[in-house]
Every structure is written in structure tokens, then in C-alpha cells.
């Protein structure tokens, strides 16, 4: 084994954690530092009125590999919960089944062709091997479900998802990105008809949890609430890191933290570099969170095409996890430049109340038990055509220098076993 370093990690969600954690399992020494009091990133939890919830909502997919790996390595798998959920749709001003080929042909207001097409897409989709995405990195996504669906289904079922979801990108967006969320949903099938997911036995902070006291148990150290404000660069090699406190002496340095943040903390990176860093885009969430004492439809995973709401869909996430009371996520997706995202969390909230009391009139104002706004500026990475050559190296041209974020592993989307799997990687790939 290569002689102990000692490495500072920036940002301790779920990829810094996994960059920590290997590194403390090939025996050398992580520091980790968080500009939050919590670990965690968008994976952390949050006292919702009592109840210990994830910020934003999480699910696990059977072929979550990496992450159902990590549970095995911490003595963890016996917390694995599987939950065979459903989807629907809300369409037409009525709530419908969808998510198999059942759902689909009994769908209301779409013709037998449109939905034939929709279906023949989504099934060639899952069945595209994981390696063969390359032909489709530089091929726009709405041009190619366009071409595969039809204007009537792509009007229907896709325009709506695509507008809510990324505004003024949504016509300039990457189709093997979107294809490997289709493919990720498609493969948590464990039949045609059958949708299996997975939660933790305690939410996700029984992964965060367990990660940070194994890397602690071995000699890692996390220093919460000290975000760092400068990496320290000189003549081409790196330092170590600057942070409220002062300065601190590391080997090597691996940033996890979004990559719109890399520019100010590394202002000394070459140019070039640095105008790489600029040019990504990313969009903003609000996510609304709801506790009630009635469920609004059976339904995981509700997608929603209405004139009246201004959401892709919503995620009714004790219909995977249950808990003593009905906890809906609602996420709204923008630009962090749009004006919507500096409006106040109360416009927010009284849209989801209006929104679900919508699709299930028999909830009333009484059945709300508490509501909350969570939100995060760099969410979701914008991916267009030819994304793949924009992303910056995460070996960066200074020595001893690591960047990355959930970016680097496209075209998966962002997701907490990608980033185990890929924060992994890159901590053998430091100390190599």
C-alpha cells in the first residue's frame, strides 16, 4: 500500500462521504469539510414537526448496485425495506393509472396510435444496454422522443414535464441524459406490470449515519459548519485549504461541492479551466413538503399535466415509506436567475395545498398537518448535446488536485448510488 495521506474532502454528501470512506478503508486519513451543520448534502434530514425526513425525496432502485454494496460493508442490508408502488397520472383534469402497459392502453385521452408509439419508446428505451449511450449524447432530447411519440403524445405525456422541469433549457437538453432516466425507472421493474422500490429502515441517515461512523471509527475527521473558502494553490501543486478557522496543510484535496461553487473557492485555477466551470448551468428546486392525516392517492409517483399547476409531478412518499402520518413531497423546478425562485416559501405552500385539495377533494384545510419549504440553488444539472466534452476533468491540471459532482457521472441523473459508486472510484484513483 502507498504511504498514509492525508487528504481533505470538501462537501460530505453521499459522493464525499464515499470519497472518505474509501480513503479511510485504504488506510490513509480523510478530513472532511461541510459547510452544513449536518452531513448529508440534499440526502440530509431535517425535524418536520417531529418526524426525522429527508429535505428532498429519495427512493432506491433494485439495480442500485453501489449503494446496496455500502449497506452490506456496514452491516447495514437487514435495514433494506422493498415496497411495490405505483404510479399515476394526473391528466385531463382526472387522476389515472399509469406505469404499465395496461395503465397505458386504458389511458383516457390519447389515441390507440400515440400510445403505441409512447409505449414502443419507453420499451426500446430499457432494453438500451447501459454502454450503448454514447450515440445519443450529442442528440437534442426533445427531437428525439418528438420523432419516436408523435406530436399528440409528446404534447400529452412529455411537453409539460420537460417545461416545469427546466423552462428556457428544456429544448436544449442532452437525449442520452433523459434516456437513462427512463432506462434507471424502467429497470425497477421486477415484471411488465410491477414496480419495486426501496427506503431505508429510518430514512436515508441510516446510510449518512453509518458512513460517518465508520470514517470517524477510523480515523477520519468531519468538521461541520466550516465551509472552506479557498484551496491554496502553488506553482501548480496544491497545498491545502483555507476556512474560517485558517489554514490547513492537506497531501491531496478532493472537492464533492456543485461545481458552480469550484470558480470561488479555486480562483487560482487556470483560466481555461475556470471559464469550463462557468459556462455549466444548473436549475434551482423548491421542494414543498407536506405532512397529512389522510393519504392523496395511492400513487408513489404522480405526474401531472394541468393548466392550473405549475409541477411536473409530485412524489407521495409514505405510499414507499410508511409512517404515522401522509408526507407529500412537491418539487418545483426552475432557474435559480428566474424571478419565481425569489418568491417566498408561503407562495409556495399555498400552491400545493390549492394543488393537492385538486386532485383529491375530500382533503380539507384540517387535514393539513404541517407544511414546509426546503430549497437548494444548484439542484439539478443542466446536461445538453455534447455534454460529455464540457465537463471539466476531474483531475484537474494542478497536482494533487480532484473536482467533481453528480455531473461527472453522466448520463446517469444525480442519485445517491451513482455518487457512492463514482466517489469510490475516485478515491482509489487519488492515492494511486
Not at 451543520?37 to 428532498?56: N, P
Not at 400515440?114 to 438500451?128: E, I, Q
Given at each position: ?7 481533505a474532502?470538501l462537501?460530505?454528501?453521499p459522493m ?16 472532511i469539510f ?21 429535505r428532498?425525496y ?5 439495480s442500485?448496485?453501489g ?8 452491516g ?7 415496497t411495490?408502488?405505483?404510479?399515476g397520472?394526473?391528466?385531463?383534469k382526472?387522476l389515472?393509472?399509469w406505469?404499465n ?10 389515441s390507440?396510435t400515440a400510445k ?5 419508446h ?33 404534447r ?12 428556457d433549457y428544456?429544448d ?5 441524459w433523459?434516456?437513462?432516466r ?5 429497470t425497477s421493474?421486477?415484471?411488465m ?5 426501496g427506503?431505508?429502515d429510518?430514512?436515508?441517515?441510516t446510510?449518512?449515519?453509518?458512513m ?16 472552506v ?13 483555507e476556512t474560517?478557522?485558517?489554514?490547513e496543510?492537506f497531501?491531496?484535496v ?5 461545481l ?5 473557492v ?5 483560466a ?7 459556462a455549466?448551468?444548473?436549475v434551482a ?5 407536506a ?9 408513489f ?8 399547476m405549475?409541477?411536473?409531478g409530485?412524489v ?5 415509506r ?9 418539487p418545483?423546478?426552475?432557474p435559480g436567475e428566474?424571478p ?6 408561503e407562495?409556495f ?11 383529491n377533494?375530500?382533503l ?14 444548484y439542484?439539478q444539472?443542466?446536461?445538453p ?23 461527472h457521472?453522466y ?5 445517491i ?10 478515491a ?5
Amino acid at each position: 500500500m502507498n504511504h498514509p495521506q492525508r487528504v481533505a474532502v470538501l462537501g460530505a454528501g453521499p459522493m464525499g462521504l464515499a470519497v472518505a470512506y474509501q480513503l479511510a478503508r485504504d488506510g490513509h486519513t480523510p478530513v472532511i469539510f461541510e459547510a452544513d451543520d449536518r452531513v448529508g448534502g440534499m440526502t440530509a434530514s431535517f425535524d418536520f414537526g417531529g418526524l426525522k425526513i429527508e429535505r428532498y425525496y429519495h427512493f432506491h432502485c433494485i439495480s442500485d448496485a453501489g449503494f446496496l454494496t455500502m449497506l452490506d460493508e456496514l452491516g447495514l442490508a437487514d435495514r433494506m425495506r422493498w415496497t411495490e408502488t405505483k404510479m399515476g397520472y394526473w391528466f385531463d383534469k382526472r387522476l389515472q393509472a399509469w406505469g404499465n402497459p395496461v395503465a397505458l392502453l386504458k389511458f383516457k385521452g390519447l389515441s390507440l396510435t400515440a400510445k403505441v408509439r409512447y409505449g414502443l419508446h419507453a420499451f426500446l428505451s430499457t432494453k438500451r444496454k447501459r454502454e450503448d449511450w454514447r450515440p445519443l449524447d450529442h442528440i437534442e432530447a426533445t427531437g428525439w422522443i418528438r420523432r419516436w411519440v408523435g406530436e399528440e403524445a409528446w404534447r400529452s405525456l412529455w411537453q409539460r414535464l420537460f417545461d416545469y422541469k427546466f423552462y428556457d433549457y428544456s429544448d436544449n437538453l442532452s437525449a442520452a441524459w433523459i434516456w437513462s432516466r427512463i432506462r434507471r425507472i424502467g429497470t425497477s421493474r421486477y415484471s411488465m406490470f410491477r414496480e419495486k422500490l426501496g427506503y431505508l429502515d429510518g430514512g436515508s441517515d441510516t446510510l449518512l449515519h453509518g458512513m460517518q461512523q465508520w470514517i470517524t471509527d477510523h480515523g477520519g475527521e468531519f468538521r461541520l459548519s466550516t465551509p472552506v473558502t479557498r484551496v491554496v494553490i502553488e506553482n501548480g501543486t496544491v497545498r491545502g485549504v483555507e476556512t474560517p478557522a485558517g489554514f490547513e496543510a492537506f497531501d491531496k484535496v478532493v472537492s464533492t461541492i456543485p461545481l458552480p461553487f469550484v470558480p470561488r473557492v479555486m480562483p487560482d485555477l487556470p483560466a481555461d479551466i475556470l471559464a469550463k466551470f462557468s459556462a455549466l448551468k444548473n436549475v434551482a428546486v423548491v421542494c414543498v413538503i407536506a405532512k397529512l392525516r389522510k393519504p392523496v392517492t395511492e400513487n408513489f409517483w404522480l405526474n401531472t399535466n394541468d393548466d392550473d399547476m405549475d409541477i411536473p409531478g409530485l412524489v407521495e412518499y409514505t405510499n414507499l415509506r410508511p409512517l404515522d402520518q401522509h408526507v407529500v413531497y412537491v418539487p418545483f423546478y426552475m432557474p435559480g436567475e428566474h424571478p419565481k425562485y425569489a418568491e417566498a416559501n408561503e407562495v409556495f405552500t399555498d400552491k400545493v395545498r390549492r394543488y393537492l385539495k385538486t386532485i383529491n377533494p375530500s382533503l380539507t384545510d384540517e387535514d393539513f398537518i404541517d407544511i414546509r419549504a426546503n430549497r437548494y440553488r444548484y439542484a439539478q444539472p443542466i446536461c445538453p448535446p455534447g455534454y460529455l466534452e464540457s465537463i471539466p476533468p476531474r483531475k484537474l491540471p494542478v497536482h494533487g488536485l480532484w473536482v467533481a459532482d453528480t455531473s461527472h457521472y453522466y448520463p446517469e441523473d444525480r442519485g445517491i448510488s451513482e455518487s457512492i459508486d463514482f466517489g469510490r472510484m475516485m478515491a482509489r484513483e487519488v492515492v494511486a
